[in-house]
């Protein structure tokens, strides 16, 4: 199966490449910067040729002369702030929109897009119950107000042109070299795994973890699936404050320096709720546990250090 895998040089682009090219599909990544190095033990593993997914002209090209069976889009300004709405916008709506258009016209069959748990805005919003795909939405921050509107978009698409359009909500994805949107749960890892100090505000601040590895576990399975029976699924995760997840740290590493300015955080938390079931029960999904992603992203850390793994 040709696959078109589009933000293919990031954070969730190289895994995804690795384990479908391990499964015997043929990939090709399109990337504004097709040589960005990825993290040590992750190689692109396939093909990469240049295309700002902005430019509609770009995707049609790339999308033409690869004539993928599946396209995935995981290029997003995560993290990127709100003082360049514009370009931003560029980037989140019109990529996104250029990714669905560009695939109608070509007869791709399936097309997986990366939406984003920031859609549901705080947990307050739901009390204590957990958030599923039927919800309203309460986002309010640019990158929420752009993945609304993805999820709309791809509804139209759906709607008027009958085509396979799947969005996946992300959690707060971690992993071991992450550097753009939400990082203070990282920072406790991998700066705590280097011997450095970690200073964060709100120690009751609530995230909803999922490593990286398992987030290309779901994009890749979702891709690969004859005939998802939702066109929209929640990555779900594991409900954890960072005062929690300190612990869970020094329980590897004793001496880790984990200071917070402020008990409280837990009312002003993002969704950390949700219903994934809908996501577990079709493909399968488990996550192995907290302690298990935190050590395995500890010892990834030290072993690019040239530091001795930490054990149980």
Known sequence: ?????????????????????????????????????SFSGV???????????????DVMRVVLDVKPDRVINLA????????????????????????????????????????????????S?????????????????????HKIFNEFQARKY????????VGVRPANVTGPDKVRGSVDHVQIMTDAARGKPVHLPNKGMMRLLVHVDDMAEIFMRI????????????SGGIPVSL???ADAVRGFLPNAQITFANE????????????????????????????????????????QEGLAPVSR
């Not at 891709?223 to 929640?234: G, K």
């Not at 949700?274 to 935190?294: M, N, Q």
Request: a negative charge.
């Open 1 to 37: 199966m040709a696959v078109l895998v589009i933000g293919a040089t990031g954070f969730i682009g190289p895994r995804l490449i690795k384990r479908l090219i391990d499964r015997g599909e043929s990939v090709v990544g399109m990337d504004l910067n097709p040589g960005a190095a």
């Open 43 to 57: 190689p692109i593993g396939a093909p990469v040729v240049r295309g700002d997914v902005t430019q509609f002209e």
């Open 76 to 123: 997003y300004a995560l993290g990127a702030g709100e003082g360049n709405p514009h370009q931003v916008m560029r980037l989140d709506i019109l990529g996104m929109d250029n990714c669905f258009e560009a695939a109608r016209l070509a007869g791709v069959k399936r097309v997986v897009y990366a939406s984003s748990i920031a859609v549901s805005g705080q947990q």
């Open 125 to 145: 919003h739901f009390g204590d119950r957990l958030v599923n795909e039927d919800d309203p939405v309460h986002g309010t921050s640019q990158y929420a107000m």
């Open 158 to 165: 759906i709607k008027n042109y009958g085509m396979s359009i």
């Open 223 to 234: 891709l690969l699936s004859e005939a998802p029976r939702h066109h929209l699924y929640n």
């Open 243 to 245: 005062g929690e997840l």
């Open 264 to 303: 409280g955080g837990r009312e002003e938390s993002g969704n950390y709720l949700v219903d994934w079931s809908r996501l577990a029960k079709e493909f399968g999904i488990e996550y192995p546990g907290l302690h298990t992603w935190v050590l395995q992203i500890i010892n990834d850390v030290r072993r």
